[in-house]
């Protein structure tokens, strides 16, 4: 069994910062490429940054340069900082992790449930 378990979102200026954790547990499996996504209200969920196993990052156009994302594969966690934040980054935020069984078989993703994060003009 797979749980993903996130925390940071909130309600900040524009201009401030946030960082988003998730936490990965459970056993059985490996984990690969890691990331965060994000949906605002009428819009398809989007890429925000993904993160290999090899730690090479990916970001979106928009956040290039502000938003940074690490992980920590000795706790399993992945996180997202957030910097020089604008209203236009307010959305729910999704964790997001492929992993392979380690008896082999095809990679698929799991879903953590989302925190929402707000900015304010």
């Known amino acids: 069994q797979v749980q993903l378990v996130e925390s940071g979102g909130g309600l900040v200026q524009a201009g401030g910062s946030l960082r988003l954790s998730c936490a990965v547990s459970?056993?059985?499996?490996?984990?690969?490429?890691m990331g965060w996504y994000r949906q605002a209200p009428g819009k398809q969920r989007e890429l925000v940054a993904t993160i290999t196993s090899g730690t090479g990052t990916n970001y979106a156009d928009s956040v290039k340069g502000r938003f940074t994302i690490s992980r920590d594969n000795a706790k399993s966690t992945v996180d997202l900082q957030m910097n020089s934040l604008k209203p236009e980054d307010t959305a729910v935020y999704y964790c997001n992790i492929r992993i392979r069984s380690v008896v082999g078989g095809l990679p698929y993703d799991y879903w953590g449930q989302g925190t929402q994060v707000t900015v304010s003009s």
């Open positions: 459970g056993s059985g499996f490996i984990l690969l490429a």
